[in-house]
């Protein structure tokens, strides 16, 4: 298998634009998680879906970001407007069960 | 609700020295732990984990950690530090408590691990 996908791997980006993260979970995988990791703030929860359906966005920050999983092999996660504090790696994990499998993180730089 | 502390957010060790990484959880029910390692400009790898069963867990790269539910710990432990085993690893705990099939992990906020020649 080839383990969670992530793209892009790195994005640069100016203040004020849209920024759209893909991931593609492990093919069986029921559940996807996206989290936010910065020096600052450690790895957070951002939002996770079980059979598609959203369980639990109270880790989204605010409505800028928003979280979508239109079938079983594709999530995405959009931030629009795009502020410099959004500077983060992003990453994508999904599971059957508790454990969980990361994606290697899209790099977010917002200028 | 379910938490992880663990204890250090930097923890330095010569090579060949015993490496001893502390988690502390608490948590409502039986749970289910973790400890994900994570090497730089990378996701986060699982090192092992422990459901039931054998309270010690052996995983990769030779380290293993001890479930003691009386300490409400799960310490990971490898004899002798190689140069290759810095990075910064993380203890989580299963969110039994959600119910259902929502399998939610809390993580702690993780231990640099520094191994020097």
């Known amino acids: 298998d080839a383990g969670v996908i992530q793209s892009p791997r790195h994005e640069v980006t100016e203040m004020g634009q849209e920024v759209t993260l893909r991931c593609k979970p492990i093919?069986?995988?029921?559940?996807l998680f996206w989290y936010r990791q910065t020096m600052m703030r450690g790895l957070e929860l951002l939002i996770y879906?079980?059979?598609?359906?959203?369980?639990?966005d109270s880790g989204m920050p605010e409505d800028r970001f928003s979280a979508k999983m239109p079938n079983a092999s594709f999530s995405t996660l959009k931030i629009q407007p795009s502020e410099p504090r959004d500077s983060a790696v992003y990453f994508c994990?999904?599971?059957?069960?508790?454990?969980?499998?990361f994606g290697p993180g899209t790099r977010l730089t917002v200028t | 609700a379910q938490s992880v502390t663990q204890l250090g957010s930097h923890v330095s060790v010569s090579e060949g020295a015993l490496v001893l990484l502390r988690c502390n959880y608490s948590?409502?029910?039986?749970?289910?732990l973790f400890w994900y390692v994570q090497y730089p400009n990378q996701g986060l790898q699982l090192l092992l984990k422990?459901?039931?069963?054998?309270?010690l867990v052996k995983g990769i790269n030779g380290f293993e950690a001890e479930f003691k539910k009386s300490e409400t710990s799960f310490h990971l432990t490898k004899p002798s530090a190689h140069m290759s085993d810095a990075a910064e690893y993380f203890c989580?705990?299963?969110?039994?408590?959600?119910?259902?099939?929502?399998?939610?992990?809390?993580f702690g906020k993780g231990t640099l691990l520094t191994v020097n020649p």
């Open positions: 994990a999904s599971s059957s069960y508790y454990e969980q499998y």
């Open positions: 093919s069986g995988h029921n559940s």
């Open positions: 879906f079980n059979n598609n359906v959203p369980i639990d």
């Open positions: 948590s409502s029910v039986p749970p289910y």
């Open positions: 422990y459901t039931t069963g054998a309270t």
């Open positions: 989580a705990v299963s969110d039994q408590g959600s119910g259902g099939s929502n399998y939610k992990l809390t």
